[in-house]
């Protein structure tokens, strides 16, 4: 039903609070193994005790039936033999009548004698019914079938209704043939018999003529009370037995099924506790069977993972402590050999020229030592779980403009442009402040230090419960799969590449770390020589869980995007522009701001690993000597540039 229509809302609503109240059920239905087993024992037990019931019943029916046919053919033939016996010999008939010459009052009376003579060696195990010939039994000179002379309407015995008891079809068969015929039907009552009720009945007629020779139908009526009683005791007999069993074997599968679920259960309550980190949790092993060897197994295999771990703690807490010794101890003769270097770097004027620039580059070395000293700790902070976050409001712009002021002697030393899309609005979030500029001022220096004197577009926005803020630029990019390893400790895209900027290969590495310690993503996208996306989303409220990002993780300039926008528009004329390359060192086309500002989020990122959902575009064949180009630049622009000084880390 669509959602206008009428009565859509009221159908919603009721779907919903029929549902409601199974939902425990059907949790319960699917956690509990034990439940389903006994179930589906229950179920098949029961299909199986009513196909045996079923069987059962219909063979001690059809025995009962067969026999009772048989008797009542016997003694309905019997029956039939004595009355034709006296039909032929009238003299047996008694009374005054015997002499009337009125032959219909002696054929009436004769025929009352006759019914009631058959009926008495009867009892109760049978009726006699004496009717008229003619296919409704009328008597004489009633419609419905044709007049039998000498016979005054239909007899029968112990009050019972002979028109509706005997069936039409039956006296039809024994109307136009010759021979005993029989069916099932009900014994009727008439009023003189009071509300006794209808009775089933085996009904057994046949084709006779009376003292005078004309035709009548005489019927015998065996009620089946009696074997209707037995089958009844048959049916509430295997009823009983088959609920008694059904209970039995669900009791039955539930004692079996416990003592194989009830070590399972207790395996998985251990293994989860063991995963919450309590790994002295152990199973109790009772017997020798295949559970206890199964519960020895999951004891060794704890005690193994605990032995494991406790080394491997042990192992990581001895390199953690290694690394903060020596970061700690490395400071007291670092900041020895740093007074020592400013003396002699300030006073280089007086050197030969080898030795001032001797003493520049052990400057800027000392410089890098001492970021590589703090990454370190930082790290280590990381790595012991001892880093603290301190939020508060913050509004992004602000971060973002510190940082560009940063990075902007580096940029117009490198001939970049940084520009700033979507800064006309707020975008407020609880962050720490001094880990999101860190954060930034990586993603900004590195963009600068790789985007080949191209433009670098930073772009702000907010939507939902989140916040983001994206580093794009135009330079090398990155190859497929390099977008997963970017944030790996002192990886670096390619080796033989200079670093300008005196970066100690942490940088992102502990940018994803403070990305982390607030629940947010920081994430990479890139295609050779098209550049890369760096995209760092934040919650807008601390301890919120992100659903999505409001700002894409491949750009819109992205050259699967343009081809994409390309065939979407294919009768236009306008070819789409070509990606920036090293021919091209000006600026790129960047988005407008409203797309970025009016994008929506994207669906919610699986993880916040970083570069899960990232997109590396494969490098197409004719960029390889662009990109050997831009590498050769990169190189001498990087010896020239080696004085500059900055904390972020390179890719």
Known sequence: MADGAPGGPVLRLFVRLVRRPLLPAVRLWRRNIQLRVVAATLLMSLAVVLSLGFVV???????????????????????????????????????????????????????NSLVKQLASGGQTAFEVVALGAGPGGQPDGQPGGPTVSGVKGARASGNVDPTASVPPQLRREVNHATGTFKTFSQIRYTAGAGDKAPEPALVVGKRLTDINGDPYDLYYLFPLTQEEESLNLIKVTIATAGVFVVVLLGAIAWLVVRQVVTPVRMAAGIAERLSAGRLQERMKVTGEDDIARLGEAFNKMAQNLQLKIQQLEDLSRMQRRFVSDVSHELRTPLTTVRMAADVIHDARVDFDPVTARSAELLAGQLDRFESLLADLLEISRFDAGAAALEAEPIDLREVVRRVIDGAEPLAEHKGTRIRVLGDTQPVIAEADSRRVERVLRNLVVNAVEHGEGRDVVVRLASAGGAVAVAVRDYGVGLKPGEATRVFNRFWRADPARARTTGGTGLGLSIAVEDARLHGGWLQAWGEPGGGSQFRLTLPRTADEPLRGSPIPLEPEDSRGNRARAAADAAGSRTPPQAPPGPGRPDRSPIPTRSAVAGALPVPADPTALPGNGARVVARPADQAAADRAAADRAGAAGQAAAAQEDGAGGR
């Open 57 to 111: 019943i219909a063979q001690v029916s059809k025995g009962l039936l067969d026999a009772k046919e048989e008797a009542a053919q016997s003694q309905a033939a019997g029956g039939f033999a004595v009355a034709q016996e006296k039909a032929n010999t009238p003299s047996t008939v008694d009374g005054p009548d015997a002499t009337d010459n009125k032959v219909g009052r002696d054929a009436s009376t004769w025929m």
